[in-house]
């Protein structure tokens, strides 16, 4: 099984007191290669890391608009950095990395 970390986070804390080192986390989500050639189980894959993402960055905690706009902010990066990953993993599968390595 293989694993995307779905949500690395770079955001500073919702208190602002901690290091953005000391708040970072992130999530593994597992999946095989056979879910990346498949369109319903990538859209599972899609809707997991939305989900990590709003877990990771405590959105559903945030309370004050500022705490509102950081979480926001650390979800739309997480997302970014989930979905990167996994179009990295779709074009491995589907031999995109392999062929652009060999064309240089």
Do not use: H, P, W
Not at 35 to 43: I, K, Q
């Amino acid at each position: 099984m293989r694993f995307i970390a779905a949500a690395l986070i770079a955001a500073a804390s919702l208190t602002g007191a901690a290091s953005a080192s000391e708040t970072s986390k992130s999530v593994e989500i597992g999946f095989r290669a056979s879910d990346l050639t498949n369109v319903e189980r990538l859209e599972t894959l899609r809707e997991r890391i939305r989900s990590a993402a709003l877990n990771v960055c405590e959105v559903y905690e945030a309370r004050t608009l500022a705490e509102r706009r950081i979480a926001r902010e650390c979800m739309i990066e997480a997302q970014r950095q989930g979905e990167s990953q996994l179009t990295i993993a779709v074009a491995r599968v589907n031999g995109v990395i392999e062929m652009a390595a060999e064309v240089r």
